[in-house]
């Protein structure tokens, strides 16, 4: 298991002897919803079945609650996936509604941790293009991170993650120095970076908040026969992916490079159920 040198190890039991190992290829980014420093989200942790692997203080103090090589469990279906990849997740001290963004502390500290991640565990400098697509990530990136959907880590802080944060883990990560508050407002395509499937995986999303937020609207709904289609077909499409390697005999990052230049195609086809 590793452990961050520049974070304070408050090491969280049974949990981190008994969880099982992970191979880390996600980070995922909170909020968790109170003025928290590190040793009260440990004390919290205490009290609860979740956990992150790190807390993150307003004034920038960062602890370690679980080594990042072992499951904890604050991202639902990415904590530890069948294939024993898994993500490393950090709560971030933010205000009771989570509509704060983060301090300058708090960036600086995410953005160290983004870069000591990268260069110990190998997570690719790229956000994280489906569910269990190595790479960044905001928690409600994706929605099965979580188990029934989540504004985490808050409007605010996504924008910082897209426009300050993330951009300087790269920046820092190659090896430039790049400010990591930016001089004057970033005129930059909110959507660029996107691909059509994480277009594809937002739209449906949204289309699964707003629908459960209005159950009894549900089955009237235009789209109500729409939605779970697709979700069938993403998990399906998901569920192909993960199948890949072993079946290939190529690694996850060669699938990648290969979907991305086109010589490997993969169709999933959902059939309506009869009746
Ligand atoms: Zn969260």
């Given at each position: 298991m590793?452990w961050?040198?520049f974070?304070?190890r408050?090491?969280?039991?049974?949990?981190?002897?008994?969880?099982?190992?992970?191979?880390p290829?996600?980070?995922?980014?909170?909020s968790?919803?109170?003025?928290?420093?590190?040793?009260?989200?440990y004390?919290?942790w205490q009290t609860?079945?979740?956990?992150?692997?790190?807390?993150?203080?307003?004034?920038?103090?960062?602890?370690?609650?679980i080594?990042?090589?072992?499951?904890?469990?604050?991202?639902?279906?990415a904590?530890?996936?069948?294939?024993?990849t898994?993500?490393?997740?950090?709560e971030?001290a933010?205000?009771?509604s989570?509509?704060?963004p983060?301090?300058?502390?708090?960036?600086?500290?995410?953005?160290?941790?983004?870069?000591w991640?990268?260069k110990?565990?190998g997570?690719?400098?790229?956000?994280?293009?489906?569910?269990?697509?190595p790479?960044?990530?905001?928690h409600?990136?994706h929605?099965?991170?979580?188990?029934?959907?989540?504004?985490?880590p808050?409007?605010?802080?996504v924008?910082?993650f897209?426009n300050?944060i993330?951009?300087a883990?790269?920046?820092r990560a190659?090896?430039?120095?790049?400010?990591t508050?930016?001089t004057?407002?970033v005129e930059e395509?909110?959507?660029a970076g996107?691909t059509?499937d994480?277009?594809?995986h937002?739209?449906?999303?949204?289309?699964?908040q707003?629908?459960?937020a209005?159950?009894e609207k549900?089955?009237?709904?235009?789209l109500?026969n729409?939605?779970?289609?697709?979700?069938?077909?993403?998990?399906?499409y998901?569920?192909v992916?993960?199948?890949?390697?072993a079946k290939?005999?190529?690694?996850?990052?060669e699938?990648?490079?290969a979907?991305?230049?086109?010589?490997l195609?993969?169709?999933?086809?959902?059939?309506?159920?009869?009746?």
């Open positions: 590793a961050c040198p974070a304070e408050l090491e969280l039991q049974p949990e981190s002897d008994q969880q099982p190992a992970i191979r290829t996600q980070f995922i980014l909170h968790i919803i109170a003025p928290w420093t590190p040793r009260r989200t004390e919290y609860t079945n979740l956990e992150s692997h790190f807390g993150l203080g307003y004034d920038g103090a960062l602890a370690q609650y080594g990042t090589e072992t499951r904890a469990d604050a991202n639902y279906l904590n530890r996936r069948a294939d024993g898994g993500a490393v997740s950090i971030t933010s205000n009771t989570g509509s704060d983060w301090t300058d502390a708090q960036v600086e500290g995410l953005i160290r941790l983004g870069v991640l990268h110990t565990h997570i690719p400098l790229r956000i994280c293009r489906t569910a269990s697509d790479g960044f990530g905001y409600r990136l929605a099965d991170w979580a188990v029934s959907g989540t504004s985490c808050g409007d605010a802080r924008a910082q897209k300050v993330f951009p883990i790269v920046a190659n090896g430039q120095t790049a400010p508050t930016p004057a407002p395509d909110p959507m996107f059509p994480d277009v594809a937002s739209v449906l999303y949204w289309l699964n707003s629908m459960s209005t159950p549900a089955t009237g709904h235009p109500a729409v939605v779970p289609a697709l979700n069938a077909k993403f998990k399906a998901d569920a992916l993960a199948a890949l390697p290939c005999k190529l690694t996850p990052a699938i990648t490079a979907l991305a230049d086109g010589t195609k993969v169709t999933v086809t959902v059939a309506p159920k009869a009746g």
